[in-house]
């Protein structure tokens, strides 16, 4: 099983020999590929598509897994005992939603071990989430697909203090790791913020006035880590 980078990153977080529940598996080639590898002793591959796990468990049968995975029909943690795994991987969702599966079920949650989190949008929402309830980031990285970032966050229970409000925005890990994509990422972040301030009519309204200045202290943010950056 060949995974693409983003998966493959994940893949790299799960500890060895874990029980891992994959929260949304889509096509179930992270559970395959963590059994196949011996990284993970069992998986548990979840959807709320049920056209969607009939072909996961279709390539799981192919491949002469169902021992060592099981494939579950179910929203989020809802489908899980406490207890029953010990590495979560949520993925491929907006950070929001990642947010409130963890927040729906806090004794499914409350039990893992392990949490690899990879949100698609409000990468920020789910690090002041993770912030305010007792996990603690231990790594990130960054993975650049098809030009289009990604951020993967690896989290255990644990205290976590905040030192700046820019580690909500850009993951403080980064800045220890000097995440070989970091730079261009904060660049584009820059420029992704511009184009809004450019499309924004600041005479239209007070809301309008407020999200310029917002965005405008944003890109200041932006440029002050870019500034920290170059001086690696």
């Known amino acids: 099983m060949i995974l693409s980078e983003r998966l493959k990153t994940i893949a790299d977080f799960v500890p060895a020999n874990s029980i891992v529940g994959d929260i949304g598996t889509d096509h179930g080639y992270l559970p395959v590929y963590l059994i196949e590898k011996g990284i993970a002793k069992k998986a548990i591959g979840t959807d709320i598509s049920r056209n969607s796990l009939e072909k996961i468990y279709q390539l799981v049968k192919s491949r002469g897994l169902e021992k060592q995975i099981d494939v579950r029909l179910g929203n989020g943690l809802e489908v899980f005992k406490p207890f029953e795994v010990d590495t979560l991987v949520i993925a491929g969702m907006g950070g ?16 893992v071990s ?16 993770l912030y305010d ?17 990604y951020e993967v966050i690896y989290a255990k229970k644990g205290k976590a203090y905040l030192k700046e409000d820019i580690y909500l925005e850009i993951g403080e890990r980064l800045f220890i790791n000097r995440d070989p994509l970091l730079k261009e990422y904060v660049q584009h972040k820059i420029l992704v913020t511009e184009n809004i301030i450019d499309k924004l009519d600041v005479d239209a309204s007070e809301k309008s006035r407020d999200r310029y200045l917002e965005l405008s202290k944003k890109i200041e943010d932006y440029k002050e880590v870019l500034s920290r950056i170059e001086s690696f």
């Open 133 to 149: 309830n007792n996990f603690e980031i231990i790594d990130e990285r960054l993975v650049k697909e098809w030009d289009k970032y």
């Open 114 to 129: 392990n949490f690899i989190l990879q949100p698609n949008i409000a990468a920020k929402e789910l690090r002041e989430y």
């Open 96 to 111: 929001l939603l990642i947010r409130d599966i963890l927040d729906n079920h806090k004794e499914v949650a409350d039990s």
